[in-house]
């Protein structure tokens, strides 16, 4: 398949490195602010692309995949901290979906983490009749990393949020004197060169439980997000990661 690599930092090289062993040819990486308008404008646009990953930051990922939506090029993208834009973008994508447009979206594409991902909203059900036990999130991530709370962390407070009726939102960090046991608290931590840990700490009056999941290379994620290019070529639209999975499963 030939790949375009949109944003060609920690996660671009290392999707670069994994499709290049999948047997993929990379015609075209997009590394800088600007760079994609350029490169749509090549013949053919973005080298040929059937398929563009795309890991750059918040403030650039809208636009980028409104503009592979308008050349009709299908995109997978894994950058954060966008969410506040997510529906316009969507809404867009499928504007476009008979030019080709289509998007696969996902704040973590480690296929351990969405595993993990799923255990927890399992397990979230379980937990929502145990009144007494008591439920916090930590996420660890490298120095580097934009956002707090990551996209992943925010994905895992929401479905634990959604999933017990004791939480009427979250917050990150403490709260000035005592908590509010209504809301769940969301801590991250930066440091080193962490490439990504959650644990979703379940407290109790005697005991406690950790649901944990660590990444120990960028690799996973790479991963992941080669096999969702794989899947996306040829399917347009708004595709969801559930759609995904059920495919790669069957
Ligand atoms: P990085 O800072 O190493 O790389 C980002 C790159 O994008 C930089 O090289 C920068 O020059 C480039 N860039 C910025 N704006 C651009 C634009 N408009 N067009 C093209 N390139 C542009 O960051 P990273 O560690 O590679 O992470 C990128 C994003 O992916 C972050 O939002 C991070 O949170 C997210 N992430 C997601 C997953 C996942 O599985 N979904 C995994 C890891 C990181």
Redesign the pocket.
């Given at each position: 398949m030939k790949l375009a690599l949109?944003?060609?930092?920690?996660?671009?090289r290392a999707v670069e490195e994994v499709a290049v062993e999948r047997g993929h040819a990379i015609v075209a990486r997009?590394?800088?602010?600007?760079?994609?308008e350029a490169a749509l404008a090549t013949s053919p646009p973005l080298g040929g692309a059937e398929v563009a990953v795309e890991?750059?930051?918040?403030d650039?990922a809208p636009e980028?995949i409104l503009a592979l939506g308008r050349a009709g090029i299908p995109v997978v993208s894994?950058?954060?901290?966008w969410g506040h834009r997510m529906a316009e973008v969507e809404a867009e994508v499928r504007a476009s979906a008979d030019r080709g447009a289509a998007l696969l979206h996902?704040?973590?594409?480690?296929p351990g983490a969405l595993l993990f991902l799923e255990v927890v909203r399992s397990a979230v059900r379980l937990l929502d009749g145990l009144e007494d036990y008591d439920v916090h999130l930590l996420e660890i991530h490298h120095r580097?990393?934009?956002?707090h709370p990551?996209?992943t962390a925010r994905r895992l407070a929401e479905t634990l949020v959604e999933g017990l009726a004791r939480k009427r939102g979250w917050r990150e960090g403490a709260a000035d004197g005592a908590a509010d046991p209504g809301l769940l608290q969301v801590d991250a931590v930066r440091v080193g060169e962490n490439p990504?840990t959650h644990v979703v700490g379940v407290e109790g009056p005697d005991d406690r439980l950790e649901f944990r999941h660590e990444a120990r290379s960028?690799r996973g994620?790479a991963r992941?997000?080669v096999m969702a290019a794989e899947w996306i070529r040829g399917r347009t639209g708004v595709l969801s990661v559930e759609e995904w999975l059920r495919d790669w499963r069957s």
């Open positions: 949109v944003g060609y930092g920690r996660m671009g997009v590394v800088r602010p600007g760079g994609l890991f750059t930051r918040a650039a980028n894994g950058t954060t901290g996902a704040p973590n594409f480690s580097h990393k934009a956002d990551g996209g990504g960028r994620f992941g997000a």
